[in-house]
């Protein structure tokens, strides 16, 4: 068992395809959606349909407090030791997400695992589908996973990209989880420092295929996603002398 929590900031459509996946493959896990200050009607109602339907959990922020605030109220209301932090724009497979958490549950040095996928920073990324992403159908997605069913090396990387990040609950805890300054870019990277400094292992199972779209989860909330991206990378830098 384990809890996915993903952060909903407004696109509904977008939502809809992830939500619905997991309607589909994950109906039988701990499910907690955080709108964080959705100003979409669709979207709001969107949620209170599927939350109501399905009893998933659903916490609602009247202003926004950012991803990494949503994902840290999420884990917080967790009921697992394993927590999947799913980007909106990401569509899973049909077990992309039980061979993380397997992964997790498996090997005691290893704190956090990531998937293969269709667009990430670093070689997560499979190049073959990035510009067919869009486009590609829940079928499509399946016969991707199925293809790396025998890529079973977990290979440690320093930066897990945070779209699908599987990480246990009491690690998160242990290190001090997100530091409040990066709301939303940078998070996971400086997180995942300090994870590696406390002893654990960070990996990225190549078996495991979850679909991304790509900066699009959060992609109205009027943030310069370049400007954020360099300011985060100057503040871990400040802090601990080092980016990976």
């Known amino acids: ?3 996915v929590i993903v952060a909903v900031k407004d696109q509904s459509k ?3 395809m992830c939500l619905d996946s997991l309607v589909k493959y994950y109906l039988q896990q701990d499910i907690c959606i955080v709108d964080d200050g959705s100003t979409e009607l669709e979207t709001v109602r969107l949620l209170d349909e599927y939350c109501t339907k399905y ?7 009247k202003l926004s407090v950012g991803h990494s605030g949503a994902c840290e109220q999420g884990i917080e209301n967790s009921s697992c030791e394993n927590v999947c932090l799913l980007n909106s724009d990401t569509i899973v497979s049909s077990n992309g997400l039980q061979i993380l958490s397997d992964v997790l549950d498996t090997n005691k040095d290893i704190a956090v695992a990531g998937p293969s996928t269709s667009s990430a920073s670093g070689p997560q990324m499979l190049k073959q589908y990035y510009e067919k992403r869009f486009y ?7 016969t991707a996973a199925k293809s790396l069913e025998n890529e079973k090396e977990l290979v440690d990387l320093p930066l897990i990209c945070g779209f699908a990040f599987f990480i246990k609950k009491s690690v998160f805890n242990d290190v001090g ?3 409040p300054e990066l709301t939303c870019y940078g998070n996971e990277k400086e997180l995942l420092l300090r994870i590696r400094a406390a002893g654990h292992r960070t990996v990225w199972a190549k078996n495991a295929f979850i679909l991304h779209l790509g900066k699009m989860s959060y992609s109205n909330s009027g943030i ?12 871990i830098l400040k802090k601990h002398g080092r980016l990976e």
Request: aromatic fraction near 12%; hydrophobic fraction near 45%; glycine fraction near 0%.
């Open 177 to 179: 989880k997100f530091a």
């Open 136 to 142: 590609m159908t829940q079928e499509d997605i399946e």
């Open 14 to 16: 977008i939502v809809k």
């Open 55 to 61: 009893n998933w959990k659903l916490l609602r922020n």
């Open 224 to 235: 310069d996603v370049s400007r954020a991206q360099v300011d985060a990378d100057r503040f």
């Open 1 to 3: 068992m384990f809890t």
